[in-house]
């Protein structure tokens, strides 16, 4: 089988070719919002809201809604919850997630174990990307649009905001308005990715492919380049590997985006582990000696 088979054969089939359209979209608006998110700080956000939207989607299955409407609701009760926690209490922000996305979380796992039903719910937890139907691309394709649009209309104050709140307030901006919209974003973002990878994976593709271009870019605008470029590559890669043999899509495709990371964190020409020695060794080499 020549190498041009490789490519095509996956094609062949509607369930693949929806697999990789979806994975692109939910990679690059997830990679996008990640750079984001890397700067911020708010890795750990990331894995609670992707957490905590699993007891929408298996009540919105119970009721006969859409997933993404009970996911998108149980995205921003979960964001709302943790500033309430955080702002009436004592509790810092790190104990404020842990407790909320892991309470909602369990009450997830509680709903899928007493819901009778003859869809193996357990796909919204592992992710079930070649059961996407094209209701599913379409509904993802929408979510996906709002948020890019969204960012980009927004990039330089978010930007700014990720970089000095206190700027951002001084010029006008109101930097709790801009920290909402980003949850926003996050809230809808992770119901796109939830479909691909499912709830355990989802805070992967929303910080390893910005992690990775973090190493790799010194401006921000490049790595609102890198990150999508670098996770609809691996993405693309994941899902190929899963045909070829046979394994877990959702798992390949962040499995892909890790070693694409632990390349760049080795290799990286500036910031990777070892080119950073090179330079150093360099430096000191061109150290004349007294």
């Known amino acids: 089988m020549n190498p041009l088979d490789w490519l095509v054969e996956p094609l062949a089939y509607d369930f693949m070719v929806r697999a990789l359209v979806t994975t692109v979209i939910a990679a690059i608006v997830c990679a996008l919002l990640s750079c984001w998110l890397v700067l911020v700080g708010w890795s750990l956000m990331g894995d609670a809201v992707s957490h905590a939207v699993l007891p929408g989607v298996v009540i919105a299955y119970i009721v006969g809604a859409p997933f993404a409407i009970g996911a998108v609701v149980f995205g921003f009760l979960a964001v709302a ?25 369990a009450l997830g796992l509680i709903l899928i174990s007493v819901t009778p039903s003859q869809t193996d719910l357990n796909h919204i937890i592992f992710g079930n990307i070649l059961g996407v139907s094209a209701a599913d691309l379409i509904q993802i394709a929408v ?12 990039r330089r104050d978010l930007t700014l905001y990720a970089f000095d709140p206190t700027h951002a307030h001084a010029i006008g901006l109101n930097p709790r308005v801009l920290g909402a919209l980003l949850l926003g974003m996050l809230a809808l973002t992770a119901v796109v990715a939830l479909q691909v990878v499912g ?16 190493l790799l870019a010194d401006r921000f605008g490049h790595m609102l ?5 670098i996770s609809a590559l ?27 990371f632990a390349l760049v964190y080795l290799f990286g020409p500036r910031h990777g582990l070892l080119g950073r020695r090179l330079a150093s060794r360099r430096r000191r080499e061109a150290v004349p000696v007294p």
């Open 81 to 105: 919850l943790i500033g309430v926690v955080r702002g009436t209490s004592r509790v810092k922000e790190d104990a404020a997630i842990g407790v909320v996305f892991t309470t909602l979380f």
């Open 143 to 154: 979510l996906a649009g709002i948020v890019l649009v969204v960012l980009v209309l927004k």
């Open 199 to 214: 709830v355990v994976l989802v805070v992967a593709m929303l910080i390893t492919p910005g992690a990775t271009a973090y």
């Open 225 to 229: 380049v890198l990150a999508p470029s």
């Open 234 to 260: 691996c993405s693309v890669v994941g899902v190929y590997l899963s045909y070829w043999i046979d394994a877990s899509p959702g798992g390949l495709v962040v499995l892909t985006q890790g070693a694409a």
